[in-house]
């Protein structure tokens, strides 16, 4: 559903979205997002309509099944994964989603291949990239911890498990 709305920042027209997931063995999940054709404002963020007290979730990655488990990160929550010592603090205006823990995995790659783009700390960031690839094997035991002081956050392992 999309909807016009005004720009936070600039104040003209811009355009909300809200995408409801139903997810299995949980409930609702509602993504909204805002974008802003002309000042270019962007930011997302995940309700669910469950939940709000504050949750921590812990998932110890062991086996490739696991990277298929379902992730919602919404703009508090804070990522860690202390086998690689990377944690990921929400700033507020976090960008927010709902994939899977490959897909997590894959959005942090994306975020240390834009670092090196800017020459930041090249060969640190190099190595840390490779070892996500690593983890996105499926062969590398790691933990993945959310923590999310308003709820909206959480790690849902799939129907079959
Ligand atoms: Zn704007």
Do not use: W
């Not at 990522?79 to 823990?101: A, R």
């Not at 897909?103 to 930041?120: A, F, S, T």
């Amino acid at each position: 559903m999309e909807i016009k709305t005004r720009c936070p920042v600039c104040g003209q027209e811009a355009m909300s979205t809200f995408l409801v997931y139903n997810i299995p063995n949980f409930g609702e999940a509602v993504l909204t997002s805002i974008s802003c054709q002309h000042c270019g404002y962007k930011s997302s963020d995940v309700i669910l309509t469950e939940e709000s007290n504050p949750k921590r979730y812990t998932l110890v990655i062991d086996s490739p099944e696991k990277l298929d488990y379902r992730v919602i990160r919404s703009s508090h929550g804070n990522i860690k994964i202390p086998e690689l010592g990377l944690e990921i603090k929400s700033t507020g205006f976090t960008d927010s989603y709902i994939t899977n823990v490959e897909g997590v995995l894959l959005r942090i790659e994306d975020d240390l291949k834009e670092k090196i783009r800017n020459k930041q700390n090249e060969k640190q960031i190099d190595d840390l990239i490779k070892k996500i690839r690593e983890l996105r094997g499926g062969k590398t035991k790691f933990t993945l911890e959310i923590d999310d002081p308003t709820g909206n956050s959480a790690i849902i392992p799939r129907q079959s498990d």
